[in-house]
């Protein structure tokens, strides 16, 4: 089965949304799938053509697990003369009436009149005939999905799919960490940096009753820690409020992790110390770590002085060779001519060997040649 990252979904959905087809997003729960939606409506102007691009599209969420029938789609019956009419209710009028988005949510959760209602929608773009604007567009998301049989929903049958776009969501971890960089305590992100398979439950089949991870409760948790000093005092309310959102497996891995936070070696360390000691029984996510936090430091943005340059020089000697260009790119991607200086470090006169070899057209020894 194909699956699709955050990253790829959004280069892709802009060209369905020109379209005015109605999209499905199938995944796990706490992914963000719904965020995903809310994220999408400052730029859906741009994608439908609208003329005031800086139009922001309102999303009307409904849950469709909450309608108790189809008539929650269809509206009231009204007498009109000698037939009867159908009153929509107030946000389908809405949809119908101004441009926006009409995101139904847990729709495979729904009776099957609801379901069967929406058909229509998905179908013809109307309902007991009041048609859609235009330029609305129908998002939806599920939790079910062909291999994913640990949720209480309702299957979709080929004829209700078919009228869906259907997309596949299996976001990678850099998806949260990208999203989730400067939004979330540095705790955090550098925990799940350092311990990925910890950011969500993925092996194995979930334990009823059980508290696992998942992206929207290390979100939420987040959110709880900000509001608290437990970050400087990480003891057993720290351990127990954690547990209560990631379950106890991660909260204690979390909690031992933060309880010796300020030990974690910084960029500081490296950069200024020349603390390369410090990383040498370090395994390869720990470096891709301390890489990434050097490429959101200011320290890289002025031009590095000899000192500084050299430990930079001694911390690439010591880190895995498939990270060399990581490094170099991070360096560089901040100030060029420190990228230039990096290659032409001296020694006693002589450019520094053991880095690279024919990088960015220069030729320096390999590690094994030095």
């Known amino acids: 089965m194909s699956h699709i990252s955050f990253t790829s979904l959004n280069r892709i959905l802009p060209h369905v949304i020109s379209a005015r087809k109605p999209i499905l997003i199938r995944g796990s729960h706490g992914i963000g799938k719904s965020e995903l939606v809310y994220q999408l409506a400052p730029n859906v102007a741009k994608y439908i053509g609208l003329q005031d691009k800086s139009y922001v599209y309102p999303i009307i969420e409904r849950?469709?697990?909450?309608?108790?029938?189809?008539?929650?789609?269809?509206?009231?019956?009204?007498?009109?003369?000698q037939v009867t009419t159908f009153l929509p209710m107030k946000w389908f009028h809405q949809a119908c009436t101004q441009?926006?988005?009409?995101?139904?949510?847990?729709?495979?959760?729904?009776?099957?009149?609801?379901?069967?209602?929406?058909?229509?929608?998905?179908?013809?773009?109307?309902?007991?005939?009041?048609?859609?604007?235009?330029?609305?567009?129908?998002?939806?998301?599920?939790?079910?999905?062909?291999?994913?049989?640990?949720?209480?929903?309702?299957?979709?049958?080929?004829?209700?799919?078919?009228?869906?776009?259907?997309?596949?969501?299996?976001?990678?971890?850099?998806?949260?960490?990208?999203?989730?960089?400067?939004?979330?305590?540095?705790?955090?992100?550098?925990?799940?940096?350092?311990?990925?398979?910890?950011?969500?439950?993925?092996?194995?089949?979930?334990?009823?009753?059980?508290?696992?991870p998942s992206r929207r409760s290390w979100s939420r948790l987040s959110e709880t820690l900000k509001e608290t000093d437990l970050f400087d005092n990480v003891g057993l309310d720290f351990l127990n409020l954690s547990a209560a959102f990631v379950g106890d497996d991660a909260a204690m891995l979390f909690f031992e992790f933060c309880r010796t936070y300020s030990k974690q070696v910084t960029v500081e360390d490296i950069l200024i110390k020349g603390q390369i000691e410090k990383t040498t029984s370090w395994e390869i996510n720990q470096h891709m770590n301390l890489i990434d936090k050097m490429s959101e430091s200011n320290l890289l943005q002025k031009e590095l002085s000899k000192d500084e340059m050299d430990n930079v020089v001694k911390y690439m000697f010591s880190i895995p060779n498939e990270l060399i260009m990581k490094l170099w790119q991070v360096i560089t991607s901040h100030n060029v001519e420190n990228g230039v200086a990096l290659f032409m470090a001296r020694h006693n006169g002589k450019p520094v060997s053991g880095h690279f070899a024919k990088l960015n057209g220069l030729d320096i020894a390999t590690k094994n040649e030095k």
């Open 63 to 81: 849950r469709a697990s909450q309608m108790a029938d189809a008539g929650d789609l269809m509206g009231l019956p009204q007498l009109d003369g």
């Open 99 to 212: 441009p926006c988005i009409l995101f139904l949510d847990e729709i495979d959760r729904a009776s099957r009149d609801v379901r069967q209602a929406i058909f229509e929608l998905t179908d013809s773009r109307k309902i007991a005939g009041h048609t859609l604007h235009p330029d609305t567009i129908v998002i939806a998301c599920i939790n079910g999905a062909i291999e994913e049989n640990h949720y209480s929903v309702d299957d979709m049958d080929p004829a209700e799919l078919s009228r869906w776009t259907v997309f596949d969501v299996r976001p990678t971890t850099e998806d949260w960490l990208d999203y989730a960089k400067g939004n979330i305590p540095p705790q955090v992100w550098d925990f799940i940096t350092q311990n990925p398979s910890f950011l969500e439950h993925t092996q194995g089949e979930f334990i009823p009753n059980k508290v696992y």
